[in-house]
């Protein structure tokens, strides 16, 4: 009997030491998914505030070619 619980605390202690090793890498890789977030949410402001003021500087073009007619 001592030989097998001695296999199912090897085991265990195993299965534990794989659970903590899936954890740290979880976290790792939920703060790299945060930082990820973040760079794409910058990117697609970053991309609207171009945007709009492409579309502002061609309203301004048209106006001002416009007015010289």
């Known amino acids: ?37 973040e760079a794409w949410s910058r990117l697609r402001i970053a991309r609207e505030t171009v945007e709009q003021l492409a579309s502002l500087a061609g309203g301004i073009r048209y106006f001002l070619a416009v007015e010289q007619q």
Do not use: Y
Not at 10 to 30: C, V
């Open 1 to 37: 009997m001592g030989s097998l619980i001695g296999e199912l605390e090897a085991r265990e202690a195993a299965a534990r030491a794989r659970a903590e090793t899936l954890e740290a890498e979880l976290a790792r890789l939920t703060a790299r998914l945060e930082d990820e977030r």
